[in-house]
């Protein structure tokens, strides 16, 4: 229907540029008397006749009308580009006034038959131009918003029912504290914001700790970071409590968004000022924004915005900050956001895995120019910014990163090691990075003992962010370590730079005895050697684009979409063989159980490689087979095959129900028992009660419900009552919890293959849909 409305209208913004053309052409070559003798009836013509007169006034209408006429023809064929649309817009309401005005408040248009058409023409043309963003299924703006607030609202009725107060503050945030220098306890949390906030003792302590910079009490001033805390709260209550709304947001947002609900987020605004009130001599505090969604961006705004407020007025500010954030939607990924705060409208858009997102993966924010007074974020570290130093070993440092190496990066600042150790767990992207990190640690944290105690031999898989020296004796043992430099502007690189090499081109002659030195030059220090060849083009690249102070923004891009094909280089084969994994759809069967994925064989999949393995998609050389052995150990890898086994399943599940609700059941019942028939309904009505997780289309549903009613009309009354009661379950066909570690049993919620066996020769008879289906999965590709 949308097509043949855009039809419509393009033919109808057709005709009416050919009609402006038309009157062009008679202006200027046929009938230059045309506008005095047609159109403005109400002057006067000179007299004597001035034949230069008349044609400069016919000239300006062809041009007038010529200009119209192009608007209006350039907007039916690109239809879709929507600064045509106001031009076009804009174009024709100017005529219509311009004749009603001549016409009404100037005199020299009389009402004729000539003027019918005209006027006619500008409202009709008025109209198709005002279509063309339904026509083109681009809705506007003010009404797209509108239909956004009301999805909102529906979803958020599904999920929570009634919205009680402090609901929607608990989906965004778990509280705001502000920690304070107390002479006597050293570091303590002032205050909580909301009052009914709960930690435990351990995670305030762990929260004080981490709340002033380590060991730079020195640096005068704001300074913003973020830091990564372990849960040790037993009962959980408000923001960490498990709910729908996060259950959801994990479903539906991508891996680099996604929780873990045993880790809470701390976005920190550190002040330190003198101040000769005070007996110490120095202002010292830090406020704090605690959440287990890792919303970076968005939320080191946010708490830039309340810092600076609290900071000039006072407890009040928190107070109105918490409860504006009361006042936001659910977030829910694939939607965009519009949230007041503190005076600053912010807008923010949360990826889903239905969109295609940027290459982190992560959210994008921006502030309304018209609401607040545009405070910049403290300190905002790019990822050019962070990487510089090390360009050389960038590769060296997304192996580590795909294989979760234990890992340190040591920094001069909380900034920038927070801002680093965050930005290492994006390159990997689309792989979800599934070990431990903490953007910034402390000697004072409550698992120091156990990170730091392990020995060289078992070594926890974490990315541990630093600032203290401490760290060189204590993790002296640990085999990777990344040394970041100084944070400095494009510019100054540039001015570093001077030549061809790179600012640590000294920092690659490696000694592992002075790697954790405070001195020490920028560098990567690794006890392993680097399985793939370092992409000389890209270093090269970035150095000559620092020489001559490109953008940050460009460079941190050019660095992004590089680790983006990498990693996809390197998911690909994977991604084919999970997908030869899948079974054939000649062996789903309507009357029997959804088979199963074949388990991973790691032995199976290199040999795979020979014919799909990187080199179809990357020139890079080296020894990809150990960088995948090196994959197969480490936790990114479970995390990666457990999401898609659960996605393989998911499919499977869809498809055998599909198969299902197309299948001829009259044909099944023919000689089935009674036992038979009732364990029939009880399963499909399982698996209607999963219809919501399997995301089924509401065409299969329908099906299967007119499959259910005719089997229950065949039953004796005495069962029918019964079943129609719906008080007999059957407890085999409960999904099974899935499987821990890297275990490759199956972990789709289907039962037995002997318990759900309803007859041999049922499977002669699978619908021919089924036969026609194709069971495939979706192989990403490089661009």
Not at 112 to 139: N, Q
Not at 497 to 517: C, D
Not at 530 to 553: F, N
Not at 668 to 689: G, P, S
Request: charged fraction near 20%.
């Amino acid at each position: 229907m949308a097509i043949d409305v855009l039809f419509a209208v393009r033919g109808l913004l057709a005709f009416v540029a050919f009609t402006e053309w038309t009157n062009a052409l008679r202006c200027v070559f046929f009938e230059p008397a045309y506008p005095l003798d047609k159109l403005f009836t109400g002057l006067e013509a000179p007299q004597p006749a001035n034949p230069d007169l008349i044609r400069v006034l016919a000239h300006l209408y062809a041009l007038f009308s010529l200009l119209n006429g192009l608007i209006l023809a350039h907007l039916a064929v690109y239809a879709h580009y929507r600064p045509l649309v106001s031009l076009a817009l804009s174009s024709v309401v100017v005529k219509l006034v311009w004749l009603l005005a001549h016409i009404g408040i100037w005199p020299t248009i009389r009402p004729s038959p000539e003027l019918l058409f005209p006027v006619v023409s500008c409202g009709v043309t008025l109209t198709g131009v005002i279509l063309v963003p339904w026509a083109t299924g681009d809705t506007p703006l003010w009404l797209k918003t509108t239909k956004v607030m009301e999805d909102l609202s529906a979803l958020e009725k599904t999920l929570v029912g009634s919205v009680l107060p402090w609901d929607r503050f608990s989906a965004w945030v778990h509280g705001v504290c502000v920690v304070t220098f107390d002479l006597e306890l050293g570091q303590a949390i002032e205050s909580v914001y909301p009052g009914h906030v709960q930690l435990s003792e351990q995670d305030k302590t762990n929260i004080c700790y981490l709340a002033f910079p380590d060991s730079n009490s020195g640096v005068m001033g704001d300074s913003q970071f973020h830091f990564r805390v372990r849960l040790h709260q037993p009962q959980r209550t408000g923001h960490l409590q498990p709910n729908r709304v996060h259950a959801e947001f994990n479903r539906r947002c991508p891996t680099a968004l996604q929780f873990d609900p045993n880790y809470l987020f701390g976005f920190a605004y550190f002040r330190q000022v003198k101040d000769s009130s005070i007996r110490r001599g120095y202002y010292q505090k830090s406020v704090i924004l605690l959440s287990k969604l890792p919303l970076v961006t968005f939320f080191n705004q946010a708490v830039s915005v309340i810092a600076r407020k609290f900071y000039d007025q006072g407890p009040v500010a928190l107070e109105v900050a918490c409860h504006d954030v009361d006042q936001w939607a659910f977030p829910m990924p694939g939607h965009s956001f519009e949230l007041p705060l503190l005076g600053n409208l912010f807008q923010v858009h949360l990826p889903s895995l239905s969109t295609r997102s940027v290459e982190s993966g992560g959210e994008t924010v921006t502030l309304s120019p018209h609401y607040g007074d545009m405070l910049p974020v403290l300190s905002e570290v790019d990822i050019f910014t962070c990487l510089f130093p090390v360009i050389e070993h960038i590769h060296n440092i997304w192996e580590l990163v795909l294989t979760a190496e234990p890992l340190v990066v040591m920094g001069s600042t909380p900034t920038m090691c927070s801002a680093t150790v965050q930005c290492l767990t994006t390159i990997i992207y689309p792989l979800s990075y599934c070990a431990d990190y903490r953007p910034f640690y402390t000697i004072h944290d409550s698992d120091f003992k156990d990170i730091t105690g392990s020995n060289s031999s078992a070594l926890p898989n974490i990315m541990l962010g630093v600032t203290n020296p401490f760290f060189g004796k204590a993790l002296s043992h640990w085999p990777h370590l990344i040394r970041l430099g100084e944070q400095q502007t494009n510019g100054q690189m540039g001015q570093i730079l001077g030549g061809t090499r790179s600012p640590n081109h000294r920092a690659a002659k490696m000694k592992s005895v002075s790697k954790f030195k405070l001195d020490s030059k920028p560098g990567v220090f690794s006890q392993t050697k680097t399985l793939l060849d370092r992409d000389k083009g890209i270093v090269k690249q970035i150095i000559k684009g620092a020489q001559t102070k490109r953008p940050a923004e460009v460079q941190s891009a050019l660095i992004r979409r590089h680790f983006l094909e990498l990693t996809q280089t390197f998911i690909i084969p994977l991604e084919r063989y999970i997908a030869s994994l899948m079974p054939l759809a000649k062996n789903i069967s309507p009357y029997r159980a959804a088979p199963k994925v074949k388990p991973f064989s790691p032995e199976d999949f290199f040999a795979s490689l020979d014919s799909n393995g990187p080199q179809l998609t990357s020139t890079i050389k080296g020894d990809w087979v150990g960088l995948y052995r090196r994959f197969f150990k480490s936790p990114n890898f479970v995390g990666w095959y457990n999401q898609r086994h659960r996605e393989v399943s998911h499919k499977l599940q869809v498809l055998h129900l599909e198969c299902l609700s197309e299948a001829t059941i009259e044909h099944w019942m023919a000689d089935k028992e009674e036992v038979e028939l009732v364990d029939m309904v009880l399963r499909i009505r399982n698996k209607l009660d999963q219809s919501e997780e399997l995301n089924l289309p509401d065409i299969v549903c329908e099906r299967l419900n007119t499959h259910v009613s005719k089997i229950v009309s065949t039953l004796p009354d005495d069962l029918q009552s019964v079943l129609l009661k719906g008080t007999v379950t059957i407890a085999a066909s409960q999904p099974s919890s899935p499987p821990n570690g890297s275990s490759t049993q199956d972990q789709s919620p289907t039962t037995s293959e002997a318990s759900t066996s309803i007859s041999e020769s049922a499977e002669s008879e699978p619908s021919k849909a089924t036969k026609q289906k194709q069971v495939h999965l979706e192989v990403p590709t490089t661009s």
